[in-house]
């Protein structure tokens, strides 16, 4: 299996018709979408909340997006044909999934876009943030692409009042190390969550 950076057709006709249904329904605010840029390797990355968070990027940007998922997914032939259609890559979370990070890697190479959680899993915790993993600024590290943190915080819930995303400034690692580029990207996605509910309590 290889990736790149085409949109399939199962992710445009599940956006066309899903897309305006999900925004009624939860009525989400999407803050600095101008910050995606429209072309180039890029690394979608925040925190996970519910198994709904990456409807908000699709419904954001014209991109298409590969997005990491637990490999259960795949496995359960109820939903397998959505995630592999709407070009998810799986991931093995009970080991250090090479392949997985291999197809990532792919996609950026090809000038794509990749959309991941570094929490690993949703946070079902009362710690406003989960520790980060290194995949993302590993995988920026070794192809160049650019990261684009973001925020989500509020309720999914009909018709919502508080469900937010807000998206911060896109950045390169450069020469930092893979510490300092994780310590930056947990900071920024934690100041933009906090950004987000202040403003909520104005």
């Known amino acids: 299996m290889t990736m790149n950076k085409k949109v399939p057709v199962l992710y445009k006709v599940g ?21 995606i840029p429209k072309e180039g390797p890029i690394l979608i990355v925040g925190n996970h909340k519910h198994l709904y968070d990456q409807c908000l990027t699709i419904i954001a940007t014209k991109r298409g997006i ?14 397998s044909w959505f995630f592999k259609g709407t070009g ?9 999934d090479d392949h997985a990070t ?8 090809d000038d794509g876009a990749v959309g991941l959680f570094p929490e690993g899993t949703r946070n079902k915790t009362e ?6 993993k290194f995949g993302a600024v590993s995988m920026a590290k070794k192809t160049g692409a650019t990261i684009v943190p973001f925020g989500i915080t509020g309720d999914y819930c009909f018709r919502s ?12 690692i450069g020469d930092m190390s893979l510490e300092e580029a994780n310590d930056k990207l947990f900071h920024e996605v934690e100041t933009l969550m906090k950004q987000s509910l202040e403003e909520q309590k104005k």
Not at 88 to 96: A, E, L, M, T
Not at 102 to 107: D, N, P, T
Request: with cysteine; hydrophobic share 40%; glycine share 4%.
């Open 161 to 172: 009042k508080n469900l937010t995303i807000r998206y911060g400034t896109p950045w390169k």
């Open 15 to 35: 956006k066309f018709l899903l897309g305006p249904i999900f925004r009624f329904y939860y009525h989400p605010r999407i803050i600095g979408k101008e910050n």
């Open 66 to 79: 590969h997005y990491l998922a637990k490999k259960e997914y795949f496995d359960d032939k109820k939903v």
């Open 102 to 109: 291999q197809l990532a890697l792919e996609v950026l190479k």
């Open 88 to 96: 998810c890559i799986s991931v093995d979370r009970s080991r250090k």
């Open 127 to 132: 710690a406003f943030l989960l520790p980060f």
